[in-house]
């Protein structure tokens, strides 16, 4: 059992920043692969980005490339998501993921544990 509570959802301004964080516990964190996924108002759910156990491999939806970064802290059993020149586009709820293989994927299929999603609105 895992269980992920994310923080850090808010409303923003265009061009601005913000960091989700997304805490889990209920199993060993180092042992995750974690993940942000988003889902806009009328849209499917998508991918956002990815991160494996030890940080070493990472990948992004071309949407965020150079705009998100994605980060770990195992200490802390925190994923995070620093979010830089957002825009109107990336209004969405997102959602934080994680699976136990240590592959990094942008299947949702493939991500069994979820948290229940933050609201982050960029105005303009």
């Known amino acids: 059992q895992v269980r992920l509570v994310e923080s850090g959802g808010g409303l923003v301004q265009a061009g601005g920043s913000l960091r989700l964080s997304c805490a889990a516990s209920?199993?060993?964190?180092?042992?995750?692969?974690m993940a942000w996924f988003r889902q806009a108002p009328g849209k499917e759910r998508e991918f956002v980005t990815t991160?494996?156990?030890?940080?070493?491999?990472?990948y992004y939806a071309d949407s965020v490339k150079g705009r998100f970064a994605i980060s770990r802290d195992n200490a802390k059993n925190t994923v995070y998501l620093q979010m830089n020149s957002l825009n109107s586009e990336d209004t969405a709820v997102y959602y934080c993921?994680?699976?136990?293989?240590?592959?990094?994927?942008?299947?949702?299929?493939?991500?069994?544990?979820w948290g229940q999603g933050t609201q982050v609105t960029v105005s303009s």
């Open positions: 993921a994680a699976r136990s293989a240590d592959i990094v994927t942008m299947a949702r299929a493939l991500y069994n544990y």
């Open positions: 209920g199993r060993t964190f180092s042992s995750l692969t």
């Open positions: 991160i494996s156990w030890s940080s070493d491999r990472t």
